[in-house]
């Protein structure tokens, strides 16, 4: 199997624990709409809306931040120094155990 | 008052494949979009990007897709609304459709496509509490004439070009300007981001950087903000003006106040049959739609934009009969009588 646990906790603070395939070259905005956890995913994961936002609370070695992620995080509402955009992180083995908190949605 | 067949709101791909199909039946189009170009995200968001799901296109730019569909719809003449969002709807007393715009442009149709995507691009709002409160009064998301601020006290926020652009010009006009931004790194262009370091140096611009704003004070119109320092803690900041630059995001807007049936931001259609809403000679296409199953795709919209055309010429056209045909057979006639069609095969005998 090469599945992996990710534990997501919504706007509301409910906890949800996911399977996520690894093979299917997912990030983590596309498990979260795949689950039906309210995440818009407006851009399709071009990291061009930031409503994929979420803070990791894990303390998972991640990827660096590139340039256009920085870019809409600038952009973005309520940004914390663990603020990622779920589309910029694609699920891989090394993920497992990995723990985020969805952040608050930016509309007024 | 601009007539029409089919109104299409929102000049998008799928909308732009509409008036081709529209055409064949000889129906016309005209389009509003508030954008200023037609082409709607693929222009306005990722027009270098590559599509790779257009089918019989391996890759091609979406930039070059809308330049192909404005060829390929240009036989069929199709007129535009651009840089105005519909903002009305008003059903006439002979059955069709009066739409105006936020700049009162009026259009009349007996059929209406929605074909909005994700909605018409709005700034982006800082979530603070009170700030639409005082909207137009000290707060403006868009810099429209920079003479207003002359000898005043100006905030602006945000990190990027627009921010860094209007910091800098705003400079030599504005009697102080400060600029917010919650990092100490800037991502504009390298100039901009230079300049704005020099100018912070001479005093021309108030930097401050790993700081929010978090209030609006003011009695009817902005006097100052409180600004959140990440270490320093809580700043207060006399102005007259705050001008947040966060980018723009897409929103339904007034269309989801036109009695149409919306589940989660999109227009619930009718797929089993012809994408009509509960409007009746009211069709949502492409994007802002949703049923059962549906797939968010340029490919899906085209197919959507055809079946609508197809009731959308029952309801122009009562009782008159037709059938859809195939362009391979019978060509393509423009509105100007130009007719695109396959060369006919040479028949001759041999003797």
Known sequence: ?108 | MIKTDILIIGAGPVGMFAVFEAGLLKLRCHLIDALAEPGGQCTEIYPKKPIYDIPAYPEILAGDLVKNLATQIAPFQPSYTLGERADTIEKLADGSFKVTTNKGTEHNAPVVFIAGGLGSFEPRKPPIKEIVDFEDCGVEYIIKDPEIYRGKKVVISGGGDSALDWAIFLADIADEVSLVHRRKDFRGALDSVEKVAELSKEGKINLITDAEVKEIHGEGKVSSLLIQHKTEGAIVKECDHFVPLFGLSPKLGPIGDWGLEIEKNAIVVNNALDYSTNIPGVFAIGDVNTYPGKLKLILSGFHEATIAVQFAYNIINPGKRYVMKYTTVNGVTGFDGEKKEAKKAVVKSIV
């Open chain 1, 1 to 108: 199997m090469s599945d992996i646990k990710v534990k997501i906790t919504d706007r509301e603070g409910v906890v949800h624990n996911l399977e996520a395939p690894t093979d299917m070259g997912m990030n983590l905005m596309e498990l979260c709409k795949a689950y039906e956890l309210p995440v818009e995913g407006t851009c399709g994961g071009m990291a061009m809306c930031a409503s994929c936002q979420c803070y990791v609370t894990s303390d998972h070695e991640l990827p660096e931040k590139g340039d256009a992620e920085e870019d809409m995080l600038d952009q973005a509402f309520f940004v914390e120094d663990n603020s990622r955009l779920g589309c910029q992180l694609h699920l891989t083995l090394e993920l497992d155990g990995l723990e985020i908190v969805l952040a608050p949605e930016s509309d007024v």
